[in-house]
């Protein structure tokens, strides 16, 4: 299994074209905020930068062109992004949600949009009863991620979208973890794709960004919509940013990909480790589906530590080349602690029945020698 060979060239040109005026190879930073008319109401295509920007407009073509997309929107951050989607519904509506969504996705949707009048049922998306049970026709999205934070599930694509159409609902499938270099839900019959761009698309740890891909016409406009209204756009230097990540992007997954697969089988060879989640595994519950859906498997590895809690915490302080942070998808390596970092604010009861508890582990395994990330994890298990 491999990245196609075409998407290393996409990636590369996507969006970029002479700059018309100099030749500039790069797209330049249109740092403006408004456009001179010569008269009112006519300029050339840009009148104001929340409204759109050049710089934005190449990103934004980029986006769109990577994950096979006629559209794409971009956002001050991944949550900008979800925000957004969940702003084109009516009071009334009802969402059903994969209960092991990103913890600030939960939060965003019990915290925030409930009090407005939307209705989130948070099921397992591997139960179809459970899913048939709180499908009625009020629902509006199906809301899911593959590979899901941090427990690495896979959910089938193509079965969801199915539902969703069957149930005159829309499929959003949040591609963060995947990227689009390892897979397009749009292809496989979603309506939206969203990325927190601040993890594999940024790549670098150094910009917070979100972007929504969206085939169908009525539903861009919308989106496009509340991006205007609403306002959460990112800057003209956040969009260069991005715009120049995303031609690394096909050589960092690959790479990401290598680490992840080495790096998991490692950890299943370890006694020090109990339990290994990374669909990459042949023996992973995920595995057929993720071969089916997915082109590599990523760089993203959850595991349970074997040792008591103190133990973990021992291993956390060992690490020298893996950095004990939040976020993910950048050329570094991270490892995190979902129960008491990114997932503290999931409810505790779904956390325990989600399997996050005190002995999980999750890695981002970055772009770096495979053999030092797993020397590293294996001074810090065993010494
Ligand atoms: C980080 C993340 C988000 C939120 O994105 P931000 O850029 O942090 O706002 C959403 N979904 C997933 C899967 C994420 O990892």
Redo the contacts with the bound molecule.
Sequence with gaps: MSIESNFFTKAVHAGTRPEPVTGAIMTPIFQTSTYVQSEPGVHKGFDYSRANNPTRQAYEEALATIENAKHALSFS????A?QAIIQTLDANAEVIVCDDV?G??GRLFRQLFSKYGIKFHFVDMHDDKAIKDVLNKNTKLIWM?SPT?PTMKIIDIKKMAALAKNAGAYLVV?N??ATPALQNPLDMGAAFV?H????YIGGHSDV???AVMINDEDLFKKVKFVQFAAGAVPSPMECFMLLRSIKTLAVRVDRHCDNGERVASYLAESKKVSAVYYPGLANDRGHGIAKAQMRRFGGMISFDHAGSYDDVVAFFKKLKVYSLAE??GGVESLVNHPALMTHASVPTELRKKLGIGPNLVRLSCGIESADDLIADLDQALNS
């Design positions: 951050s991944g949550i900008a979800e990103y600030g996705t991620e934070n949040d963060t973890f969203l927190s761009t601040t993890k917070i960004g979100g976020s993910l």
